[in-house]
């Protein structure tokens, strides 16, 4: 008879996620073992192997993760205009550092079938951002629209290498001055 779910399946494969991570970004995926993830969160590899069946699973699992919650997030802000949009990506960001580092550096370490739905939930991030962008500054031309938007994600995405907590501007104070600069650009051209 095959075993159940455990009550806490959730959470233990949320902390799977949380900790292999920091332990793929901060070694680099190529170089990470599942060894060393399970070191990392505090379990045997066995544990690790009953929740994802290879590095490559887990890696999907954490990217996949995350750019749901960012799509989450986005939808439900994008309605409400550019600075929301850009405090709840700022703010989604938060405690993901490691998450985000990973879809930046090694999405494309993964299979294609695996990079497919990620790609897809980057598009529909970028589509999202464009939209409002077009809404802030109507009339622009395709290519320019994509370039603001791209330029908006620019601004966001390298946050998490210098920002230091408690030092200089807070996350908010840096969306609203984020908010304004993408504004103010966008009024200029």
């Not at 990973?102 to 991030?125: G, I, K, V």
């Not at 908006?152 to 609203?176: D, T």
Request: proline share 4%; glycine share 6%; hydrophobic share 45%.
């Amino acid at each position: 008879m095959p075993r159940g779910i455990a009550k806490n399946h959730d959470e233990k494969r949320a902390a799977l996620r949380k900790g292999a991570a920091a332990y793929f970004a901060r070694h680099g995926f190529d170089r990470a073992s599942m060894t060393g993830a399970a070191k990392e969160c505090g379990v045997s590899k066995a544990l690790l192997y009953h929740y994802h069946d290879s590095k490559e699973a887990l890696l999907f699992d954490i990217l996949n993760t995350h750019l749901t919650h960012l799509v989450d997030v986005s939808e439900a802000a994008a309605p409400k205009g550019l600075p929301a949009l850009i405090s709840a990506t700022l703010e989604a960001y938060e405690d993901a550092d490691a998450e985000h580092k990973l879809q930046l550096e090694a999405l494309s370490a993964l299979p294609a079938e695996l990079q497919h739905p990620l790609r897809e939930a980057q598009h529909c991030l970028v589509d999202l951002m464009s939209t409002v962008v077009g809404v802030q500054r109507p009339g622009l031309a395709p290519d320019r629209l994509r370039a603001a938007s791209m330029t908006v994600f620019a601004i966001l995405n390298w946050f998490y290498m210098w920002h230091r907590p408690g030092k200089g501007l807070s996350r908010l104070e840096y969306a609203q001055l984020a908010a304004d600069f993408v504004e103010g650009g966008l009024d200029r051209i």
